[in-house]
């Protein structure tokens, strides 16, 4: 087993509710693992530090244990996966600019955006293996394997807004 550290953000089912009126629920349901942020309101941010045989896992259990806790709360995200170039640059150990030079230089190669405009956004997980791939940085593999399951994550909520949509076998219990 290993351990994977992520952040699940959520809004909660009523909006003018204290969101530490759920901490007790919480606990008990088995996110005694998490340090909760409650600073905005309406909302929840649960920072874990799971133990489970993969990161998908992690995160598979900790979203149940959350619809346990807090019936008809909504995933807002889950992280780490929406990067911006200085989240990149802090992740690879250098500059924006030194960034943005690679950006450019393997415009063929560097992987595309999520959106592009102000700021730029793209899936960590991409961002990762390109750098680790071309540049032969040194990209702790932990990490990669929880941006990875934070895209699916983020992706497979993005799915179930589709009427119609339906969500590959290994992330239908995600949100079962």
């Not at 941010?45 to 909504?74: C, K, Q, V, W, Y």
């Not at 702790?140 to 339906?166: F, H, Q, S, W, Y």
């Amino acid at each position: 087993m290993n351990e994977y550290e992520f952040t699940l953000k959520f809004r909660l089912p009523d909006a003018d509710a204290d969101a530490s009126q759920y901490l007790d629920a919480l606990a008990q349901a088995g996110c005694d693992d998490a340090l909760v942020g409650v600073g905005q309101p309406g909302r929840i941010a649960l920072n874990f530090t799971r133990e489970a045989p993969s990161a998908l896992d992690a995160m598979a259990t900790a979203l149940r244990s959350l619809g346990e806790a807090i019936p008809g709360a909504e995933l807002v995200e889950a992280s780490p996966d929406f990067v911006g170039i200085t989240d990149v640059a802090e992740l690879a150990g250098c500059s924006r600019q030194n960034i943005r030079k690679l950006m450019l230089s393997h415009v063929g190669t560097f992987p595309t955006a999520v959106h592009e405009g102000s700021p730029t956004v793209w899936h960590l997980a991409p961002v990762l293996q390109w750098l680790s791939a071309h540049q032969r940085r040194c990209v702790d593999r932990t990490l990669i394997e929880v941006a990875e399951a934070a895209m699916k994550v983020n992706i497979a909520k993005e799915l179930r807004r589709i009427p119609g949509a339906t969500l590959p076998k290994e992330l239908a219990p995600l949100f079962a």
